[in-house]
């Protein structure tokens, strides 16, 4: 049995997530010495069982060999070159030479800036060098992506700070000094595409106050573009408390409302569902630039750009190859993601585990296929939180006891509110009076989900504090869930 196309892109793609993240765990040159010894056992394998064909294995049970010692082969070669890869980008700016310098710099903002409660964050790209820095602005400054910025300042270098290595996760955004007391004069607006495209964002942010109260209208602005910058410090607490930051992260529900409304217009209007869905892969790329091309988002962008595509071509899309896909893609762009970006490493860790999970939790169900809607809400949502809780208590050093129950009451109502959102939106820059009707709907829905989540993280027992973490304990815990969908998967419980 050889490997088809699919299957040798997933090999290699999964090979190459694995030799990304050993990069952070195990020492490269170790992990390649062991591709290379499992090489030599997998050729030794193949070898001896062609010489003994007759004697030793039938025909069946030979294919198999050659399969699964092509795929090790295969996905060894891509450890290899996932390793490699990693370690060349953790050297490059390995080094701060000119901290403590007072520069002038004069570039354009990289990012879209960050407003949080006292300032504005944004990042400059200095022109004709890779060199870039974080400033920190006052709250209230105007500037927005493509500006650009002439800068007075000292430059610092970061720091690693309650265990947190803050220097490694700046270079995972390129970013190489940061600018705390900065000058910073604007030169000149932004006229680039991805400059106009964040000044449309700031303008659909702006009729979204207007049409909607606060604190309704920031939740609206985070289901939307993602961020929860936009809501006050007491509501992130308590989204936090209760497990429900995620809503707000752009997500697969950012890009299945925005392939569903496009998909349905362009049917409506006309359009073969081939030239919809090429109409939604364009607005799905437009809408990542515009909200700044965070990890979650892109993943979500890159999964629902394949399945389009295998919709335009006529080709099933196995849902593991897709993400593991996927994340190859995004570790081929910059492999730091996998250990110092927090929304990476949940987003996937969610998509495997409702993946895995669900069916697991199906099978229990004499027959799942006509469970109410609300019992397969509490399913994904006990499949997505098993998944990635250690990654939460890890990072977070809490864990939320109301998640399963706030996401209950909320993410039913979730799907309905991001697409009157959406809609909101959209009206607003047609015709203006309609934007109204919808905005309405969306207030109330957006207010019933602040009103449950802040009730339940009013309650004393929402979140425990977690002092220590065992990473022996999280393996133990993964291998547990992996064991488990392993066991289903060999009854054929995937396979249905």
């Given amino acids: 049995m050889s490997l088809h196309r ?16 050993s990069v952070f765990v195990l020492e490269p040159r170790r992990t390649i010495w062991t591709c290379v010894a499992l090489s030599f056992v997998c050729v030794g394998i193949v070898g001896y069982c062609i010489q003994r064909r007759k004697s ?107 265990g947190f290595n803050y220097p490694r996760y700046l270079q995972m955004r390129g970013v190489h000094y940061l600018c705390d007391d900065a000058e910073v004069t604007l030169i000149s607006p932004g006229t680039g595409f991805l400059a106009r495209i964040a000044r449309f964002r700031t303008m659909i942010e702006a009729d979204l106050n207007t049409l909607i109260r606060s604190p309704e209208s920031g939740l609206a602005s985070g289901l939307l573009f993602g961020g929860d910058d936009r809501l006050s410090q007491k509501l992130q607490d308590a989204f936090s408390r209760t497990g429900m930051s ?18 349905v217009v362009g049917i409506y209007l006309g359009l073969w569902r081939r030239q919809a869905s090429i109409l939604s892969i364009i607005a799905i790329v437009l809408f990542v630039a515009m909200i700044g091309f965070p ?23 196995h849902a593991f190859g897709v993400v593991i896909f996927a994340a190859a893609l995004m570790l081929v ?28 939790l199906e099978h229990f169900v004499q027959n799942y296929r006509k469970i109410p809607f609300i019992v397969e809400i509490l399913f994904v949502t006990i499949s997505a939180q ?97 064991g488990i969908t392993a066991f289903f998967n060999h009854k054929g419980l995937y396979r249905k």
Avoid at 7 to 19: A, K, N, P, T, Y
Avoid at 66 to 93: E, K, P
Avoid at 429 to 449: D, K, M
């Fill in 6 to 21: 699919a299957q040798v892109l997933f090999w290699g793609s999964l090979g190459f997530v694995i030799g990304v993240t």
């Fill in 56 to 162: 030793v294995v039938n025909c069946a049970r030979l294919d198999d060999v050659r399969y699964w010692c092509t795929a090790i082969l295969l996905s060894a070669v891509f450890v290899v070159v996932g390793v490699l890869h990693c370690d060349h980008t953790l050297h490059q700016h390995d080094h701060y030479g000119l901290a403590g310098e007072s520069v002038t710099l004069h570039g354009e903002v990289a990012r879209q800036p960050i407003r949080s409660e006292k300032f504005l964050n944004f990042e400059v790209q200095e022109h004709g060098s890779d060199l870039r820095v974080l400033v920190r602005g006052a709250k209230y400054a105007g500037f927005s992506l493509g500006d650009e910025l002439g800068i007075t300042c000292v430059l610092k270098a970061p720091e690693v700070f309650n």
């Fill in 246 to 263: 995620h809503i707000v992260a752009v997500s697969g529900y950012n890009v299945s409302v925005i392939i569903m409304v496009i998909t």
């Fill in 295 to 317: 990890s979650s988002g892109v993943r979500a962008a890159v999964m629902g750009m394949i399945v389009l595509c295998a919709l335009i071509y006529g080709r099933a899309v």
């Fill in 333 to 360: 762009w910059n492999p730091l993601q996998i250990a110092y970006d927090v929304g990476f490493q949940l987003s996937f860790g969610a998509v495997l585990g409702i993946m895995a999970f669900v069916p697991v």
């Fill in 386 to 482: 098993l998944f990635v809780l250690p990654i939460i208590v890890y990072h977070f050093m809490t864990f939320s006891s109301v998640s399963l129950l706030t996401n209950l009451f909320v993410l039913p109502i979730l799907p309905f509110t991001m697409f009157f959102v959406f809609v909101t939106a959209v009206m607003s820059q047609i015709w203006f009076p309609i934007a109204f009707f919808f905005a309405l709907i969306s207030q109330v829905l957006l207010a019933y989900e602040i009103a449950v989540i802040t009730y339940f993280a009013e309650r004393s027992w929402s979140s425990v504090e977690i002092t220590e973490f065992s990473w022996v304990l999280a393996v133990l815990y993964y291998s547990f869930l992996v």
